[in-house]
């Protein structure tokens, strides 16, 4: 699997699951839970958005195959990198825990 945040048009099979997602956004935050970040959200493929009850947020770990990558150019590896690593700075910050004052 490619490493890092997967770019917005990609096509996924999550596993356990039965229908394809596509990548409609990156670093997301649920609305139930505004400490937890997600990977991604997605919409039903080939559908596409069809209203926020019909999206669903998942992270690297929970893809089983990669159908399609989406598109990529200059624009998107730059954003990839600041991405990655604000991802990777949010989830150490949460390992961590609070900090007492």
Request: proline letters at 7%.
């Amino acid at each position: 699997m490619l490493e890092g945040l997967l770019p917005v048009g990609t096509v996924a099979l999550l596993k356990n699951s039965t229908k394809k997602v596509m990548i409609i956004g990156v670093c997301q935050l649920a609305a139930s839970d505004p400490s937890k970040v997600w990977d991604y959200v997605g919409c039903p493929f080939p559908e596409g958005f069809l209203g926020p009850d019909k999206t669903y947020l998942f992270n690297n770990e929970q893809i089983e195959r990669i159908f399609a990558v989406g598109y990529q150019d200059e624009e998107q590896f730059a954003f990839k990198v600041k991405a990655d690593a604000a991802l990777a700075d949010i989830r150490s910050r949460q390992e961590e825990g609070p900090k007492e004052p």
